[in-house]
Structure formats: C-alpha cells, structure tokens
C-alpha cells in the first residue's frame, strides 16, 4: 500500500435534506423528496447508493464518475435494494435447508462411527495449522459454543442430568453450533471414509463436498449480515473440476453460489419449488443477469443439475 497516498478523512456528516441535495447536483431524478427521505432516513445514504454504482455513468478511463446516467430515479435505487433484500430471503430459506440437512448427515455418520460425542476426539481431526501456527479447525470450538449456549434449555438439561462427558451429544449441539463450525470441522476431518459418506449423501466428491459447505457457508453470511448478493463478489467460490464444470465458467460471481447451492437442494427435496421461486423473483424486479453471472439459459441449466 503507498501510505503516502493516503489523505486524512474529512467528511461531514449530511443529514437527508442535505444527501438530496447532493444527490440531485449528480443528475439522480427525485419525484418524491417526502419518499426519498424516509427511505434515506431509514435505509441510509451509503447503502442506498450502493446500489446506484450501476447507475452511474464512467469517466474517459472507465472509472466511475460521481454523475448519474441520464433519467436515472431515486425509485431505481429502491426498487434494486428491495429485489436484493428479497433475494438474500430467498436464499437464506434454500441454505436453511442445506444447513439442518448437512449437519444431520455429519453427525448421523459420525455418531454411528465414533460415538454421539465424536467431535472431543482430537485424532479424528487434521493437525494442519496456519502460517502463524494456529489450527486450522480447532475442535475446542465446540466447547465455546456449548458455553455460549448453557442457559439453553435442552443444554441446561444435559448438564443437570448427567455428570459426564462435559459436553452434550452431536446431535443436541447441531441445534447450537453455527454452519461454519460444521462445515470446517468436516473440512479438517484427518480420515477420508469419515468424510465419504456424507459427501455421497449429496453426490458430491469428498473435495466438493468440502468446498460445496465453506461456499455456501459464506453466501449465509453474506445474506444473514444483510451484504448485497446480488452483484456480489464471492471469494470462496464452489469448486467447478466436477459435477458443475460445464454449468459455469467462473466461481466470483452469484450464480456459481446458486448453482451449487440448488445441486444440493436437488438431493435433499427433489421436488422442491425454490427454483420456481427464484425465477418469479427475478420475472418482477427485471435486473441485469449478467452483473448476477447468471447464463441466458439459467433456469434450465438449474433445473439440469437435479439429474
């Protein structure tokens, strides 16, 4: 980083009336100031205008220039914020489904294999640690979370019933412990044929499977923490050398996350809608397909990974 190009931040804070203001000195249309303001007021300028970056029109050098296209609307601005809003909903209820189905087959083998507190075994667990000598999965994570939890009724009860061990059993701390978790601690799992089954459950590869949980796990977190997805840029992209090599040519963008997302969702509901769903969303708030990387032919490409 060149820290003698860095500038000492000097910025006002602008209440509504004032970000209109400026808004509107940027070639932005406002019909409605009284609209305008109280989704200012309630949403916020800077978020707001996130969602304006593909309205703005580009410098000589292709930079983004502060000027609005010409007939851009506040409402155009809305109208994106609230598709986006409503797509990471839709999605959320798909990674729902994806997460209890996940850690149950985790766990179902696991627990059948080592016992229904497998996860306090440190052997079953790569070693593997960071440049800093960290873990890489550290399995004392599960205690934290039991910690977190112990006014939890069901793990309250645990304790005041039995002695030991001092956790409770897989299966009461999947109803505790957060995706992320469990996608690391299959992912640092040191035995192939413990990871085997549950990637088999999904008809995916040990590696895809692995990579499959952390991709999907970072697009929770990314609706669950109100990120726009949308036009999102994913930095853990689902693995593409198998099952989805010919559905998308890149793994960036939003619909590399979908796809896998929608491979898994095939082998837990064959029959569900959420594709249906998706598409409806996407027929009443018409936006750019391409800025989401979704193909023409998205719908049907979707469809073809329930085979």
Same mark, same amino acid.
């Given at each position: 980083?060149?820290?003698?190009?860095?500038?000492?931040?000097?910025?006002?804070?602008?209440?509504?009336?004032?970000?209109?203001?400026?808004?509107?000195?940027?070639?932005?249309?406002?019909?409605?100031?009284?609209?305008?303001?109280?989704?200012?007021?309630?949403?916020?300028?800077?978020?707001?205008?996130?969602?304006?970056?593909?309205?703005?029109?580009?410098?000589?050098?292709?930079?983004?220039?502060?000027?609005?296209?010409?007939?851009?609307?506040?409402?155009?601005?809305?109208?994106?914020?609230?598709?986006?809003?409503?797509?990471?909903?839709?999605?959320?209820?798909?990674?729902?489904?994806?997460?209890?189905?996940?850690?149950?087959?985790?766990?179902?083998?696991?627990?059948?294999?080592?016992?229904?507190?497998?996860?306090?075994?440190?052997?079953?667990?790569?070693?593997?640690?960071?440049?800093?000598?960290?873990?890489?999965?550290?399995?004392?994570?599960?205690?934290?979370?039991?910690?977190?939890?112990?006014?939890?009724?069901?793990?309250?009860?645990?304790?005041?019933?039995?002695?030991?061990?001092?956790?409770?059993?897989?299966?009461?701390?999947?109803?505790?412990?957060?995706?992320?978790?469990?996608?690391?601690?299959?992912?640092?799992?040191?035995?192939?044929?413990?990871?085997?089954?549950?990637?088999?459950?999904?008809?995916?590869?040990?590696?895809?499977?692995?990579?499959?949980?952390?991709?999907?796990?970072?697009?929770?977190?990314?609706?669950?923490? &109100?990120?726009?997805?949308?036009?999102?840029?994913?930095?853990?992209?689902?693995?593409?050398?198998?099952?989805?090599?010919?559905?998308?040519?890149?793994?960036?963008?939003?619909?590399? &996350?979908?796809?896998?997302?929608?491979?898994?969702?095939?082998?837990?509901?064959?029959?569900?809608?959420?594709?249906?769903?998706?598409?409806?969303?996407?027929?009443?708030?018409?936006?750019?397909?391409?800025?989401?990387?979704?193909?023409?032919?998205?719908?049907?490409?979707?469809?073809?990974?329930?085979?």
């Amino acid at each position: 980083m060149a820290f003698q190009d860095l500038r000492k931040f000097e910025k006002n804070f602008l209440n509504a009336e004032e970000h209109i203001a400026l808004i509107r000195s940027r070639n932005l249309l406002i019909e409605d100031e009284a609209f305008a303001k109280h989704w200012l007021e309630s949403v916020g300028y800077y978020r707001l205008t996130g969602y304006g970056l593909h309205f703005r029109e580009r410098n000589a050098d292709n930079t983004l220039s502060e000027q609005f296209k010409a007939g851009t609307k506040f409402e155009d601005f809305v109208k994106l914020h609230e598709f986006d809003r409503c797509l990471r909903l839709l999605i959320l209820d798909a990674v729902e489904r994806f997460e209890v189905a996940f850690r149950t087959r985790l766990n179902n083998t696991m627990a059948s294999r080592h016992g229904p507190h497998w996860f306090m075994n440190a052997a079953l667990f790569s070693q593997k640690r960071d440049a800093s000598g960290n873990l890489l999965f550290n399995p004392g994570e599960f205690l934290e979370a039991t910690k977190r939890h112990q006014q939890s009724p069901f793990i309250k009860k645990y304790f005041e019933t039995y002695e030991a061990p001092p956790h409770p059993p897989c299966w009461m701390l999947a109803e505790i412990i957060t995706l992320g978790i469990w996608s690391r601690a299959y992912g640092m799992l040191a035995h192939n044929q413990d990871r085997k089954p549950t990637a088999d459950r999904f008809r995916l590869s040990v590696k895809e499977m692995a990579s499959f949980s952390q991709a999907i796990t970072d697009l929770r977190n990314k609706c669950a923490h &109100q990120s726009r997805v949308w036009d999102g840029h994913f930095v853990s992209g689902p693995r593409l050398k198998g099952n989805l090599k010919k559905v998308t040519t890149g793994n960036t963008r939003l619909f590399a &996350q979908v796809a896998a997302l929608m491979y898994c969702l095939w082998t837990i509901e064959p029959k569900t809608q959420w594709l249906n769903r998706l598409e409806a969303l996407i027929l009443c708030h018409p936006v750019d397909l391409n800025v989401m990387g979704f193909p023409e032919n998205w719908y049907d490409t979707l469809l073809s990974l329930r085979n």
